[in-house]
């Protein structure tokens, strides 16, 4: 493997190709459903040997809801703009008649029914065209612990994709699909857009419904979206939520001080001023949280791994063998949490909500690094981050997960290069100011 890699050679079709442009290709009869499609699929199989994104790939039930949707088209029936749109979901989701690997050789067998989600992406017009590789259990911020194997990051595949939904990240960044689904417990998705330089977007808590979907720790899980442009997210979050975010202009931006979560590295903080300066996006002031460094992601690992163990516990007691053995150790860390331990860490979310919903009294945003290093090596455990010696998942998560915590809904933009690697923009908003997001966005997207 090279250290670098042209991120040229690993692009696919959807590169230079997002939604809307699509869709309107798709009415103009400049393309096809069942073309898209095919594009897709060449794309999987020239890119997925070397990305390795997809667990599975149903090219002949995606061609057959491509043909689908171009005759419903043709005959003046629209469903909207993911109508005949290639779309990969995360295989941690129910897809009807395929097995829900969950990343792991310990699964159940092929799924009855579509998870929720699914089921009203379809109802869009969606077409489905295959599962994406994750962390197992979808217990991971790297994404290389899966019995399919490491995601790779299409801009150097010797690192990582992020985790716990890499393999939607790469999907989409590669332009193997112009839009993927996956699942947020404490950065899941705008971790891996952020590295792999895609949007990623993850909404309110409850936002989008979560049956059918694989647990992890529900109170923290979130359905997300990865797209090439905020549009394109706003689009999928419309449909699966039944929510089209209204137009809206932050007025009040804070830049939340990273360093009130843990360390971050200062070449991404410059790249990040520079380009929200670019965009014309003033910052009224710096804010933070009273907290310790590394306090927040504590509280976040007591409950995510005691529910997690709550969920898995039939796994763990039959299958542990079966099961990568740091996966297995924080399901045992929480096996092994005391009760009083547990609930202290619901205080401290209880203490970081009241915090939050004090500065977005006072804020129309919140904006931050999404991750405070850019994408380490494949297998990489240990870390430095401005002098500062890390463990990679703590460090990865630190600015993602209060917003699991808190239920807000939060999106990841990319945002510049640092060392020939992305990174992103991470903006926070109260439940109802999506628009203001995806405003956001768009504005950097045009520089």
């Known amino acids: 493997m090279t250290e670098t890699t042209d991120s040229t050679a690993l692009a696919g079709f959807f590169r230079d190709h997002d ?59 629209d469903r909207g703009v993911l109508h005949g749109i290639p779309v990969s979901i995360k295989d941690l989701i129910d897809v009807a008649g395929q097995v829900t690997t969950r990343g792991s050789t310990v699964h159940p067998g092929p799924a009855a029914a579509d998870a929720e989600c699914v089921r009203l992406l379809r109802r869009a017009g969606a077409v489905i065209v295959g599962k994406n590789v994750l962390h197992e259990f979808a217990f991971g911020a790297t ?39 996956g699942t947020d417990t404490a950065g899941s998705v705008r971790l891996p857009a952020a590295l792999c330089g895609v949007l990623g977007f993850k909404p309110a808590y409850g936002a989008i419904p979560a049956r059918g979907v694989w647990p992890l720790a529900a109170s923290l899980d979130h359905v997300g979206v990865f797209a090439r442009t ?18 809206a202009r932050a007025q009040r931006v804070a830049w939340l001080d990273p360093a009130c979560l843990g360390p971050c590295d200062p070449a991404i903080v410059t790249a990040l001023f520079q380009t929200l300066r670019d965009a014309g996006i003033a910052l009224d002031g710096t804010v933070g949280l009273p907290f310790a460094p590394g306090e927040v992601f504590a509280a976040l690992s007591v409950l995510q791994s005691s529910e997690a163990y709550a969920d898995h516990t ?123 997001l995806f405003d956001l966005a768009e504005r950097i997207e045009k520089l």
């Open 19 to 77: 939604v809307h442009s699509l869709a309107e290709d798709l009415r103009s009869s400049r393309t096809t459903s069942v073309e898209l499609v095919e594009h897709s699929l060449a794309a999987i199989a020239r890119l997925d040997p070397i990305l390795n994104a997809f667990t599975a790939v149903d090219a002949e039930g995606a061609l057959e809801a491509a043909r689908r949707a171009d005759d419903e088209l043709a005959r003046g029936h």
């Open 143 to 181: 994404g290389d612990r899966s019995a399919h194997g490491a995601s790779r990051n299409p801009w150097n595949p010797s690192r990582i994709s992020g985790g716990s939904s890499g393999g939607s990240a790469v999907a989409t960044a590669a332009g193997m699909v112009p839009l993927a689904v």
């Open 230 to 247: 905020a549009a394109g997210a706003a689009a999928a979050y419309a449909a699966m939520s039944g929510r089209s975010p209204a137009p």
């Open 314 to 436: 039939a796994e763990v007691a039959e299958h542990a063998c079966d099961i990568d053995p740091e996966v297995l150790g924080r399901l045992l860390r929480g096996r092994d949490t005391p009760a009083s331990e547990y609930v202290r860490a619901g205080r401290e979310r209880d203490r970081l909500r009241t915090a939050v919903d004090d500065l977005l009294t006072r804020y129309d945003i919140l904006a931050m690094p999404t991750a405070p290093t850019v994408a380490t090596e494949i297998d990489q455990r240990a870390h430095e981050i401005d002098g500062h010696s890390v463990e990679v998942r703590s460090a990865l998560l630190s600015l993602t997960c209060p917003w699991n915590l808190t239920g807000h809904p939060a999106l990841s933009v990319p945002a510049g290069v640092v060392s020939d690697l992305p990174v992103g923009l991470h903006l926070v908003s109260p439940p109802g100011n999506e628009g203001m």
